[in-house]
């Protein structure tokens, strides 16, 4: 079936340091995928996303290609701030309604 | 962007008492919400799709007669853990999602606490 295996955290980077979290997905058809952000007491906010292979999607310095070779969708930052402490979320939707979701990747950002 | 909001944030009850959840879409008019679960350390499960007007879809495994759902507005849905045992503890987080998009907005979720 549909699922989405995102990197397991907690990740502790330093202020600057360049972040990767990986996410790769099982899906038939072509999926739309996503990387949503959850800060702390908040609820999830769409970070970014890409529709269809070979796509990038980007905002807020982050990126993310749509790889359907190598079935991923990994999440990229060149410079981290503190202020991008939060928990990511990779996702997806094959057809329809339903999204499927990592178990998210909490990232702490040290100054 | 569209902003959604859940009451209440927390919630402390009593095993076998009710609670309800509610999750309204602020600016926009929501023909479709969403009910997800989510454990410590895993993935938001969905538990509920529910259109307006009309009676709510569940997934597998999750029982319709302890989780009600009601989406009687384009702008509310709620959520009824009826009969709460400890093992219902979990938060909870709803979407929605206006017609003609498959883009959905999250509430900030609702941390359910059975004593």
């Known amino acids: 079936g549909d699922s989405v295996t995102q990197m397991e955290g907690p990740v502790t980077l330093s202020e600057e340091a360049f972040l990767t979290i990986n996410c790769t997905y099982t899906?038939?058809?072509?999926?739309?995928l996503f990387w949503y952000v959850q800060y702390p007491g908040e609820g999830l906010q769409l970070l970014l996303k890409?529709?269809?292979?070979?796509d990038k999607g980007s905002n807020k310095g982050f990126e993310a290609t749509y790889r359907k070779e190598t079935t991923s969708f990994h999440l990229e930052k060149g410079s981290v701030q503190v202020s991008d402490s939060a928990v990511y979320f990779c996702?997806?939707?094959?057809?329809?309604?339903?999204?499927?979701f990592g178990t998210g990747t909490s990232l702490t950002v040290i100054p | 962007g569209a902003v959604v909001s859940q009451h209440p944030s927390r919630v402390i009850c009593k095993s076998g008492t009710s609670v309800k959840i509610e999750c309204r879409s602020l600016?926009?008019?929501?023909?479709?919400m969403f009910w997800y679960r989510q454990f410590p350390k895993q993935s938001l499960m969905l538990m509920a799709t529910?259109?307006?007007?009309?009676?709510?879809?569940?997934e597998q495994g999750v029982e319709k007669d302890k989780f009600l759902i009601n989406h009687a507005s384009l702008t509310l849905s709620t959520l009824t853990v009826t009969s709460a045992h400890p093992e219902d503890s979990s938060f909870y987080i709803c979407?929605?999602?206006?017609?003609?998009?498959?883009?959905?907005?999250f509430g900030p979720g609702t941390r359910l606490t059975v004593t």
């Open positions: 979407s929605a999602r206006g017609q003609g998009v498959y883009e959905q907005y």
């Open positions: 899906a038939t058809g072509y999926p739309s």
């Open positions: 890409a529709t269809k292979a070979d």
């Open positions: 996702a997806l939707i094959p057809t329809g309604n339903q999204f499927y």
């Open positions: 600016d926009f008019q929501a023909t479709t």
């Open positions: 529910s259109n307006e007007g009309s009676k709510a879809t569940y």
